[in-house]
Nanobody, 130 residues
Framework: QVQLEESGGGSVQPGGSLRLSCAASGFSLADYGVGWFRQVPGRDREGITCISGNDNSTWYKDSVKGRFTISRDNAKNTVYLQMNSLKPEDTNVYFC???????????????????????WGQGTPVAVSS
């Protein structure tokens, strides 16, 4: 079965850390650009960080820059999102998505439409509160 599956979400206090995983099955994630997204009320999901499938270059939304890190482990067919210094405003459901298009990371996160991604995961919830 071809799918993406997120895991690693949970509840954490402000300042804490979580590592989300986006595991692919049925295809090689190494050939895909991958993004992490979260829901914005009344709008499409917003890309917060993306990694290119061509050269592993990355892009981060300003609100997470310096706190979140995207990386991939091709041997495990998984992309990770390390989330540090979490804030209450990071509370959301986090989704990963993968595409074979050759866009760079800014294009993946900012310009590509949701329906231009080949695969979406089901989302994993993150709650940050004291």
């Amino acid at each position: 079965q071809v799918q993406l599956e997120e895991s690693g979400g949970g509840s954490v206090q402000p300042g804490g850390s979580l590592r989300l995983s986006c595991a692919a099955s049925g295809f090689s994630l190494a050939d895909y650009g991958v993004g992490w997204f979260r829901q914005v009320p009344g709008r499409d999901r917003e890309g917060i960080t993306c990694i290119s499938g061509n050269d592993n270059s990355t892009w981060y939304k300003d609100s997470v820059k310096g706190r979140f890190t995207i990386s991939r482990d091709n041997a495990k067919n998984t992309v990770y999102l390390q989330m540090n210094s979490l804030k209450p405003e990071d509370t959301n459901v986090y989704f990963c998505a993968a595409t074979r298009t050759g866009w760079g990371p800014i294009g993946l996160c900012v310009y590509l439409r949701e329906d231009e991604y080949d695969y979406w995961g089901q989302g994993t919830p993150v709650a940050v509160s004291s």
